[in-house]
């Protein structure tokens, strides 16, 4: 995979490098959509190991099973993986921004994880670059603006964007919206500590995917991300090992997110 504004290959990177420290026996992958950007390629790099891949969406189970390559690997929609045991690694990758309940998502992860295993939760910072350069997209397209801008875009630029697979043929917009502090609060509310944290990328979405465009561009981009706070960038990475739940914890969306989900799903014309 050549990298992108999106951070894809870090993300990759991020996993493999957490992977081969830890080594663990079993991997799963919750809301893998099509699996092709992530759980098909690991299962590839670590023939030795077993992935599955769990997600709701039947249509993207069903592509993920017709182009597996891995013999590693198996994919299962997620209501018959019930009996699936406990796994020392679990991914769970740009899902949690999408599950009407945060908090039971988390609990359910931690139930499918080993007492010393290891989540590795990545999610959009939902204030940053990207999310608010995603809401403008939301707006533009509500309003009939955006398809003038795309034409105009068309005429203007050629189109060399480095198209990624397929990661999930399901329509599921974001309906979580998570700043830095409230996803912390939330972890450690959840029973897990944090193990590592790493931002993603810091530019990227709408209008941003015009200017970062070069090698260059895209490396820096995922570079600088790195030194900026994390309030800054566009995505995060965590790993997180399980500890005791301590506390409880009521996620609330408030105004601003309960708006901008309201507004995700008119776009996708879900209401």
């Known amino acids: 995979m050549i990298e992108c504004s999106y951070g894809l290959q870090k993300r990759f990177d991020f996993l493999s490098k957490i992977i ?35 997600d709701s969406d039947v249509a993207s189970i069903t592509f993920a099973n017709r182009h597996r390559v891995a013999a590693n690997a198996k994919y299962l929609v997620e209501t018959d993986a019930a009996e699936l045991g406990l796994f020392e690694m679990v991914i769970a990758s740009e899902v949690i921004e999408h599950v009407e309940d945060p908090v039971a998502f988390l609990a ?30 939301t707006l533009l397209h509500l309003s009939g603006i955006y398809w003038v801008l795309r034409s105009v875009k068309r005429m203007m630029f050629q189109n060399t964007a480095t198209l990624a697979a397929v990661d999930t043929l399901a329509i599921s917009p974001h309906i979580n919206f998570f700043t830095y502090s ?20 810091f530019l990227c979405g709408f209008g941003f995917d015009i200017v970062i465009r070069s090698k260059s561009l895209i490396a820096w981009n ?21 500890t005791q739940v301590t506390e409880s914890f009521t996620y609330n969306r408030g105004l601003d997110g309960r708006l901008r989900r309201y507004l995700n799903e008119k776009r996708w014309q879900l209401r």
């Open 20 to 54: 081969s420290a830890t080594q663990p026996a079993r991997v799963l992958d919750v809301g893998c959509g099509t699996g092709a950007n992530l759980t098909e390629r690991l299962a590839q790099q670590y023939p030795q190991l077993q992935f599955t891949g769990i």
């Open 108 to 137: 359910f992860l931690r139930g499918r994880l080993t007492p010393n295993g290891y989540l590795v939760l990545t999610l959009p910072n939902g204030f940053g670059p990207f999310e608010l350069a995603s809401l403008l997209e």
């Open 182 to 201: 409230a996803i912390n609060a939330m972890i450690k509310a959840s029973g897990f500590q944090i193990a590592q944290f790493v931002p993603r990328t």
């Open 222 to 242: 995922a570079k600088v991300s790195d030194q900026l706070p994390a309030q800054c960038a566009s995505a995060w990475m965590f790993v997180l090992t399980p």
